[in-house]
């Protein structure tokens, strides 16, 4: 009488995919098949395996999933395997999986560990080996651990193949020169040119320039590389970690884990950019996301984002309009929100706002009127602002502070004779505490005259040297072409919107700003055709 064979798998695995490892897969393969097919009452299903993935879960080991997928399909009578650790490192695993195959009359054989699930005890023992298997786990990720962490004490960097403008060659991090210079001007648009990360982006894709994986850049890919202190020459490592060794998700590295903690080498390896440039990105980061926190979003896709504020309500003023529009407007971020009406919020808060939006075109007329008014008048506010420099070192009478850093000591010295005169008997104790008051008081009177001296001389130097700067700007505005919006970007310092039809622009390093009044004429189809400044005059 024919009797049918019994189906029969096997599954291996190795938790790396170092050389010796993989060959140990394939030696265990290989027994396997022979094993099997030794056995003429058994027929080979297949020899299903992972390679290079942990034990610790089931969810990424694709040859085990496909294996149990297998046995649903009622082609598998039993399961061969090594020894417990090799089937899974979790407990819970275990006995789930080999439960559930038990309910399919399908039994697992731990031959190394002689337990096969169909005994009477098999279960016991099993459930005592897998618990060992797991606390062996356990033991292996600490030693990791442990071994990783003087290895990244030692500058081996970890976890980092390839970064934008670095590879990684024997635990070393070298810079990629054409990488390089993209980096450096990543750091130089966001901070000396203002962009953001989405222009940024945007500008780098239309050039051409691809990612790492030769993708499009986003502003993600930005962000990244702003925030990676490798560009300054610095590691930090161990940025994500699990909480255990049968977690599947990391975690982001506070650095409140002492069994994980954040490893920072400063000065590490040759940086892209300098630490000046470095400290400064980071500080305009936080400052950015302040302003976003706080409803003021940066954003330099226009020459004038960020630079206007409503002179009624405070808010900043935000570009509005449709983008198929070639002119944008600009309007009161509080009217965007709330509306035209004023009233109070339930939180107590003033909102609504109903200033009136300004075309972009009348932003450049007004700016372009400034630069003329000071090219006009140029020489007059040069000439003013030297009086002006004339008349604080005129006011600034030094003073020889010497004579009075004399006194002190000659106070000093009679504090002293005092006390020789108690000590002789010549003062009692009450006459001493006299004197020495009369002594401490005059000597803090004439260090706070030398203290307010110092200080108004500090105060005199830097109002000459903020005067000597502005003379400068005003040469450098009328030596300037006075029709160019990215000149009038880095040269404003704000505008503020107080009314209708009014401006008031202030210029960086001047210390007056410039009232410009304006009318402008509009046809029904065709919106503004004309804008005529009416008057530009300074402003304090």
């Not at 020894?83 to 080999?98: G, H, I, Y």
């Not at 009038?488 to 001047?510: A, C, H, N, Q, T």
């Amino acid at each position: 009488m024919y009797k049918e064979k019994k189906r029969v798998a096997a599954y291996c695995r190795v938790s790396t995919d170092f050389t010796d490892q993989i060959h140990s897969l394939s030696a265990q393969r290989a027994y396997f098949t022979e094993y099997i097919s030794g056995n003429d009452e058994w027929e080979m299903v297949e020899v299903y395996y992972d390679e290079g993935i942990t034990g610790t879960s089931t969810k990424k080991r694709d040859g085990f999933n496909r294996m149990i997928a297998d046995c649903e399909k009622g082609k598998i009578n039993t399961i061969l395997t090594k020894e417990v650790s090799r089937f899974a490192r979790n407990t819970v695993d275990t006995l789930n999986f080999t439960r559930r195959l038990k309910d399919m009359n399908i039994n697992v054989i731990f031959m190394n560990d002689g337990i096969d699930t169909n005994d009477k005890d098999g279960e016991l023992r099993l459930t005592i080996m897998a618990s060992i298997a797991q606390e062996e786990s356990r033991k292996i990720s600490e030693r990791v651990k442990w071994s990783m962490k003087r290895n990244m004490e030692n500058g081996m960097v970890f976890g980092c193949g390839r970064i934008y403008g670095y590879k990684v060659i024997d635990g070393k991090l070298e810079v990629v020169p054409d990488e390089a210079e993209i980096v450096k001007e990543i750091f130089h648009s966001y901070l000396y040119d203002g962009k953001g990360s989405t222009r940024i982006a945007h500008d780098l894709s239309e050039r051409g320039i691809p990612t790492l994986k030769n993708r499009v850049w986003s502003a993600q890919h930005v962000l990244k590389i702003l925030a990676n202190e490798k560009y300054v020459g610095d590691l930090t490592q161990w940025k994500v970690y699990k909480p255990n060794v049968l977690s599947e998700k990391y975690k982001v590295n506070l650095g409140d884990n002492p069994d994980a903690p954040l490893i920072t080498i400063t000065d590490h390896h040759d940086g892209i950019i300098s630490r000046e440039l470095w400290d400064a990105v980071q500080e305009e980061r936080y400052n950015r996301s302040r302003r976003t926190r706080e409803g003021l979003r940066h954003s330099k896709v226009h020459w004038f984002s960020g630079l206007c504020k409503c002179g009624k309500c405070g808010y900043s003023f935000i570009t509005t309009g449709s983008s198929t529009n070639p002119w944008r407007q600009i309007t009161c971020r509080n009217r965007q929100l709330y509306g035209t009406e004023n009233r109070t919020a339930m939180n107590g808060e003033l909102i609504g706002c109903d200033n009136h939006t300004v075309d972009e075109r009348i932003l450049a007329a007004a700016m372009k009127a400034v630069m003329e008014n000071i090219q006009s008048i140029s020489e007059r506010l040069k000439a003013e602002l030297l009086s002006d420099i004339r008349l604080i070192q005129k006011s600034n009478v030094s003073e020889d502070i010497s004579v009075k850093q004399d006194e002190i000591a000659k106070l000093k010295q009679k504090k002293l004779k005092a006390v020789d005169l108690m000590l002789e008997g010549l003062l009692d104790n009450d006459g001493l505490k006299e004197q020495t008051n009369f002594y401490d008081s005059e000597i803090a009177r004439l260090s706070e005259e030398i203290s307010n001296h110092k200080s108004a001389e500090t105060v005199y130097n830097e109002q000459i040297e903020a005067i000597k700067e502005a003379v400068k700007q005003i040469q450098f505005i009328s030596d300037s072409e006075t029709d160019n919006t990215e000149l009038y970007r880095s040269m404003i310092e704000k505008i503020i919107v107080p009314e209708y039809r009014r401006l008031d622009i202030f210029l960086k390093g001047l210390p007056f700003g410039f009232k410009v009044e304006y009318t402008t004429k509009k046809a029904p189809c065709k919106g503004i055709y004309a804008i005529i400044i009416d008057s530009c005059e300074l402003a304090s």
